[in-house]
């Protein structure tokens, strides 16, 4: 196929009309397995992408004082049904940039496909760096998505990446995120996964806070059914004087799915103050209740509940003052 043609069929296959996908003020980058296949770039943003044998390696940056008004979209995925896509970024955000970033990761076909990740993620002073992940998968869970990413979040920048995964199968899904936060920085992270099946899900994120008046807020709403485990390990370390945090791990299961929490928290200043809370258990009996007697019945009500759950809702905290 050509490139134009694989384009089409990644946009289709994340739910964008392939003929309109985006303007031409929208920045935009497709990579299919190791070939980048697609491009087109706004002022102000630079991105140096090599082709490897197992896929690419990447060098983007949004130059200092740029904001770029529209989201960037990137898109990597795999159609055929087996495949290896190794994905090595570097990610800079100079001083006082604002850039926002939708990333579709998808699979639609996957039956042993492997997407890594490894990115190297700086955030300058004064600068803010939004980073949304979306993943489609397919129905046969056969999928292993293995991301790792090491932040630096500058004084007074800001931070934030959430990954959803609540259509199709999750496969097996193990990511780590380790950010490093400096003065007055704020980062928040947030995992919104569904498993079913057989689907196996680990995830650590850890945020350490020497900065002054850092904030930190770790997110994890899972829901998980049939045998699907998951594991969900959320760490904060604040040093820095009044630095502030916050872990909230949230997990469902139904069936025979069992789940994990570990979150955790270690302060090392006496004027910081990290808060965590895990919940883990069946839908809750009371709104299960009060949808039943609403006329749903029981599958559709638990639906409905796990909806809510991995909804897309702004739940920033950090444990104290703001």
Request: include cysteine.
């Given at each position: 196929?050509?490139?134009?043609?694989?384009?089409?069929?990644?946009?289709?296959?994340?739910?964008?009309?392939?003929?309109?996908?985006?303007?031409?003020?929208?920045?935009?980058?497709?990579?299919?397995?190791?070939?980048?296949?697609?491009?087109?770039?706004?002022?102000?943003?630079?991105?140096?992408?090599?082709?490897?044998?197992?896929?690419?390696?990447?060098?983007?940056?949004?130059?200092?004082?740029v904001h770029i008004a529209k989201p960037v979209h990137i898109c990597f995925g795999v159609l055929?049904?087996?495949?290896?896509?190794?994905?090595?970024?570097?990610?800079?955000?100079?001083?006082?940039?604002?850039?926002?970033?939708?990333?579709?990761?998808?699979?639609?076909?996957?039956?042993?496909?492997?997407?890594?990740?490894?990115?190297?993620?700086?955030?300058?002073?004064?600068?803010?760096?939004?980073?949304?992940?979306?993943?489609?998968?397919?129905?046969?869970?056969?999928?292993?998505?293995?991301?790792?990413?090491?932040?630096?979040?500058?004084?007074?920048?800001?931070?934030?990446?959430?990954?959803?995964?609540?259509?199709?199968?999750?496969?097996?899904?193990?990511?780590?995120?380790?950010?490093?936060?400096?003065?007055?920085?704020?980062?928040?992270?947030?995992?919104?996964?569904?498993?079913?099946?057989?689907?196996?899900?680990?995830?650590?994120?850890?945020?350490?806070?020497?900065?002054?008046?850092?904030?930190?807020?770790?997110?994890?709403?899972?829901?998980?059914?049939?045998?699907?485990?998951a594991e969900i390990f959320n760490e904060i370390i604040a040093s820095g004087d009044r630095a502030?945090?916050?872990?909230?791990?949230?997990?469902?299961?139904?069936?025979?799915?069992?789940?994990?929490?570990?979150?955790?928290?270690?302060?090392?200043?006496?004027?910081?103050?990290?808060?965590?809370?895990?919940?883990?258990?069946?839908?809750?009996?009371?709104?299960?209740?009060?949808?039943?007697?609403?006329?749903?019945?029981?599958?559709?009500?638990?639906?409905?509940?796990?909806?809510?759950?991995?909804?897309?809702?702004?739940?920033?905290?950090?444990?104290?003052?703001?």
């Open positions: 196929m050509s490139d134009r043609d694989i384009v089409a069929e990644l946009m289709q296959s994340i739910g964008v009309d392939p003929k309109h996908p985006f303007g031409e003020d929208v920045a935009r980058i497709e990579v299919h397995e190791n070939r980048v296949v697609g491009v087109q770039l706004v002022s102000g943003l630079h991105v140096d992408a090599n082709e490897t044998d197992t896929g690419i390696e990447a060098e983007i940056q949004v130059d200092a004082g055929p049904e087996d495949g290896l896509q190794h994905i090595k970024l570097n990610v800079h955000i100079q001083e006082e940039a604002r850039a926002s970033f939708l990333a579709h990761c998808t699979f639609p076909n996957a039956k042993d496909v492997q997407h890594l990740m490894d990115a190297q993620i700086e955030i300058d002073p004064g600068a803010r760096y939004d980073y949304f992940e979306r993943h489609v998968h397919g129905e046969y869970g056969g999928v292993n998505v293995v991301p790792r990413a090491n932040v630096v979040v500058g004084a007074g920048a800001e931070f934030t990446t959430e990954f959803e995964l609540i259509k199709g199968r999750a496969g097996r899904i193990d990511f780590r995120y380790d950010t490093i936060c400096h003065d007055q920085s704020i980062t928040e992270m947030t995992a919104r996964i569904n498993g079913r099946a057989d689907d196996v899900i680990t995830i650590y994120e850890k945020a350490t806070l020497p900065g002054v008046e850092a904030k930190a807020a770790l997110i994890s709403h899972i829901a998980l059914r049939d045998t699907a485990r502030r945090g916050h872990v909230d791990c949230k997990e469902i299961v139904v069936g025979d799915a069992v789940a994990k929490a570990v979150p955790a928290v270690e302060v090392r200043n006496q004027t910081a103050h990290v808060t965590h809370e895990a919940a883990i258990g069946s839908v809750d009996s009371k709104q299960l209740q009060t949808l039943l007697s609403r006329g749903l019945d029981e599958e559709a009500a638990t639906e409905l509940i796990i909806e809510g759950l991995l909804s897309k809702k702004k739940t920033r905290e950090f444990g104290g003052e703001r």
